[in-house]
């Protein structure tokens, strides 16, 4: 058995062709244009290009793009100014402060600062707490995309095992409280689990998250699982996931690449929250199928 390929980056290309239209429609009927503000610190490389792309991408769906670049010597009260700026700013609906931020910055603070509304991360302890507890929040972006993707090779969740590894507070939690509100069997597996292969060999869905460069190998996949790599690892033979991506293709019913896979739909699900999110500042109702 050969599993199928979730094309990721077409799925996101899709997403934001319905994102456009709505956007498009917003602007119409109500003379409203969503506005994402992207926030960086310092020139790590890597942050450099996923912020130019969200910017690309922000315009190409019709909305408003305002990029912040700050240098890494930029002071804890010089940022909490400028989400203040942001926060008090009526074209702004979205906010994201590009992580890591460097050392010398209290990350925990300043995302806690961001406008609960504009959080288009779902970030801050508020909207973590408002999810966890099925209250309509903003959701982070990697697991939203990853929802996305498994309802529609899936359908209904219900029941279904699915092991999340990874317990991180930007994917592993929230992808473990998506799928507990989905009515999934859930298991939070990490770095001190026990018997990790027998977990997974359980799960009618794996997610893995971990940061370990090709982990999760066929042998650890149930036959017909769908498999979700969320994994982004930069070595030496380029950009590879948590998922042994072969081995796993044997026996998985499904499984997503890297790159084209899970990093497209983050993308594209930030620029459904910021559609969101504008939405709400005005009163409206949520778009059409772009939150859980
Ligand atoms: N506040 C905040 N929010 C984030 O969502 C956030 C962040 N900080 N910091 C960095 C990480 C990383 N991240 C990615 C988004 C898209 C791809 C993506 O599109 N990847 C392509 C490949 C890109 C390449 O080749 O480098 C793919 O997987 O096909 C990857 C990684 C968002 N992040």
């Given at each position: 058995m050969v599993a199928e390929r979730i094309d990721g980056k077409a799925f996101a290309a899709e997403l934001r062709e319905r994102i456009a239209q709505q956007v498009a429609a917003l602007k119409a009927e109500h003379d409203l244009v969503p506005g994402l503000a992207v926030v960086l610190v310092g020139d790590d490389p890597a942050s450099q290009v996923y912020v130019g792309s969200k910017g690309k991408q922000t315009v190409a769906a019709g909305m408003n793009s305002y990029e912040h670049r700050l240098p890494a010597e930029a002071t804890q009260a010089d940022l909490l100014a400028l989400i203040g700026r942001l926060n008090a700013?009526?074209?702004?609906h979205g906010i994201l402060v590009q992580l890591?931020?460097?050392?010398?910055?209290d990350e925990t603070e300043i995302i806690n600062a961001i406008a609960v509304k504009k959080d288009v991360d779902g970030f801050t302890v508020a909207n973590t707490g408002r999810l966890a507890t099925g209250q309509r929040a903003m959701v982070p972006c990697t697991p939203l995309g990853c929802l996305m993707l498994l309802r529609d090779r899936l359908g209904d969740l219900s029941g279904l095992n699915a092991v999340v590894i990874g317990r991180s507070n930007i994917v592993g939690k929230p992808m473990a409280a998506l799928l507990l509100a989905d009515n999934a069997t859930v298991t939070v597996a990490h770095s001190?689990?026990?018997?990790l292969p027998a977990i997974t060999r359980a799960a009618d869905i794996v997610v893995a998250a971990v940061g370990r460069p090709g982990m999760v190998r066929g042998d650890w996949v149930k036959p017909g699982a769908t498999v979700i790599d969320v994994g982004i690892n930069r070595t030496e033979s380029g950009l590879v996931g948590d998922v042994d991506y072969d081995s796993v293709a044997e026996v998985a019913g499904a499984v997503t690449p890297v790159p084209g896979g899970v990093g497209p739909m983050t993308i594209a699900c930030l620029l459904a929250n910021t559609l969101t999110a504008c939405c709400r500042a005005n009163g409206l109702p949520d778009p059409e199928g772009l939150t859980p």
């Open positions: 700013d009526s074209a702004v890591p931020l460097p050392d010398h910055i001190r689990s026990r018997d």
